[in-house]
């Protein structure tokens, strides 16, 4: 007898939140571990910023390479492909040889990664009833949360213990299992034979300006997230001198506390429309969060951590379901619609890294932060003058086909 149809569904989410987990160990652990890296290669914060920088590079070009590739393959496949390729290179920067090593590495982890989110999050909300979608993307992102803190702070106790190579070998092994999980748990694609790539509905899906304000606006809140989860605990390692432990879980409360607003925020976006709203109230906390930063004690650096977490939990989940909501160009183009919109926001991601260790070395870290906290702010303003919600425009628009 075969399995149900819903038995098989739940077996599938659960591989993509396993996996989703351990997605998130590889992108944060790192940060986690990277005051071991810089004492063995006699490296500082702007080693850091590099490192940081050519994973954003890898994770955001490839975003919409990894939507076509979805709507050629199918979701499933994409997905497989990007986990083995982050998990494989995150397993081999633990054998790296210098710094130039492990950012041709991160790229490539970055790179895979760029091939798992979008797929991930459409076969998610393709495997719940309707009407739950916007928990759906709650749901998955509170597992990045889940595996974010892992990495902040399991990964920097961890690699005390057995040494930074051997972590990242470990989390890169953990990846590879959930390629192997996903391989047999996820249920093929029902791809269509005769599908071919319109150019003329690419093309309006990368000029729709919905979108490519939704993706400002995430880029903002990746401001926050970026600096935070990647450089609080290095930060505070240096200004309060407290262990890679104690900086880890410290650090680990910016993805801890998404998740307590992530599924939460998924259940008020299926009921709640008005997503500028949504989106630009999160920002608002985002913004203090980063800046209170500057103050440079131990409790600002937890105050700053827990606001940025429930922002990011919030805001990126607002933003990834209303990308996924507002697509009107056939299911086959939904991928490409939130990878377009990840994209814009993770490859921009690059500067923060780079700006914020070159203004920490120059001016302070002080000032970094304020100046990061403004650039959030800049980028976060424009979706409170966008003139119509997701919910409205995926109303317009409902019958194109």
Not at 169 to 184: A, D, E, K, N, R
Not at 280 to 309: E, W
Request: include cysteine; charged fraction near 10%.
């Amino acid at each position: 007898m075969g399995l149900n149809k819903n038995t098989i569904n739940h077996a599938a989410i659960t591989s993509l939140i396993l996996g989703r987990i351990v997605y998130a160990i590889n992108w944060l652990n790192m940060a986690a571990v990277f005051s071991l890296i810089a004492s063995e290669f006699q490296q500082d914060v702007s080693g850091l910023g590099l490192v940081t920088a050519t994973f954003y590079v890898g994770i955001g070009a490839f975003q919409v390479p990894g939507g076509i590739l979805a709507a050629k393959i199918g979701p499933r496949l994409t997905v497989i492909y990007g986990t083995t390729i982050a998990s494989l290179s995150a397993l081999l920067t633990g054998f790296a040889g210098n710094l130039a090593e492990i950012a041709v590495l991160r790229f490539l982890v970055g790179a895979g990664m760029a091939l798992v989110f979008a797929p991930a999050v459409v076969m998610v909300t393709r495997f719940l009833r309707k009407g739950s979608e916007g928990l759906g993307v709650g749901i998955y992102n509170s597992a990045f949360s889940l595996g974010g803190a892992i990495g902040l702070l399991g990964w920097a106790v961890l690699a005390s213990g057995v040494g930074w190579r051997n972590s990242l070998i470990i989390s890169g092994s953990l990846g590879l299992g959930t390629s192997v999980l996903l391989i047999f748990l996820a249920p093929n694609d029902n791809l269509r034979s005769d599908f071919k790539i319109d150019p003329s509905r690419l093309k309006l899906i990368l000029s729709d300006k919905w979108l490519i304000t939704l993706s400002i606006a995430l880029l903002g809140l990746g401001v926050g997230t970026t600096v935070v989860s990647n450089f609080m605990a290095y930060y505070i390692q240096n200004v309060s001198h407290v262990g890679v432990g104690e900086a880890g879980a410290i650090a680990s409360l910016a993805v801890a506390s998404a998740l307590v607003t992530a599924p939460f925020s998924g259940r008020v976006f299926d009921r709640f429309g008005n997503v500028k709203w949504l989106l630009f109230a999160t920002g608002a906390v985002m913004v203090f969060g980063v800046g209170i930063a500057s103050i440079g004690t131990l409790y600002s650096a937890i105050i700053s951590c827990v606001l940025v977490g429930l922002a990011s939990g919030a805001g990126f989940t607002f933003g990834f379901a209303a990308a996924r909501e507002a697509n009107r160009f056939g299911p086959e183009y939904e991928t490409l619609a939130v990878s377009w919109v990840n994209g814009i926001a993770l490859f921009g991601d690059f500067v923060p890294p780079l700006l914020f260790s070159y203004v920490a070395i120059g001016f302070g870290y002080g000032s970094a932060w304020l100046a990061l906290a403004l650039l959030a702010f800049v980028l976060i303003l424009p979706v409170f003058f966008s003139k119509a919600s997701t919910r409205q425009r995926s109303q317009q628009s409902s019958t194109f086909s």
